[in-house]
């Protein structure tokens, strides 16, 4: 991947293979360790209209994040950026994020 790194909040496609269609994933890993490392933690979206809770993120046109499911993945899987979680849940997303792992 090239150009500028990917933000926390963003939704990126990746690529999984030739044959399956892309994959939407929210990034929960911060700003600062996207910029200094080749990998990214992400969320994946469901397709799926979920309840809002602790442990989701509604994602507009894409359905749900399901925050307890994570994955390390290098950058340069990164596809597409295709939309953004907006600025003003940022806080909440963050501290959804931490909740399944404890204090």
């Given amino acids: 991947m090239t150009g500028p790194a990917p933000r926390f909040g963003d939704i990126w496609t990746i690529k999984h293979s030739l044959v399956l269609p892309p994959e939407p994933r929210l990034i929960v890993s911060a700003d600062d360790f996207n910029e200094d490392f080749h990998v990214v ?8 209209d979920l309840p809002e809770d ?11 994040a399901l ?37």
Avoid: C, N
């Avoid at 933690?41 to 799926?48: E, G």
């Avoid at 602790?54 to 749900?64: H, K, N, S, V, W």
């Avoid at 340069?76 to 959804?96: C, N």
């Fill in 41 to 48: 933690l992400t969320a994946r979206i469901k397709d799926v």
């Fill in 54 to 64: 602790d442990l989701t993120e509604p994602i507009r046109g894409y359905g749900a």
């Fill in 67 to 103: 925050l307890y499911m994570v994955e390390w993945l290098p950058r340069t899987s990164l596809h597409e950026l295709v939309a953004a979680v907006p600025a003003d849940r940022h806080d909440l997303l963050g501290q959804r994020v931490r909740l399944p792992f404890g204090p």
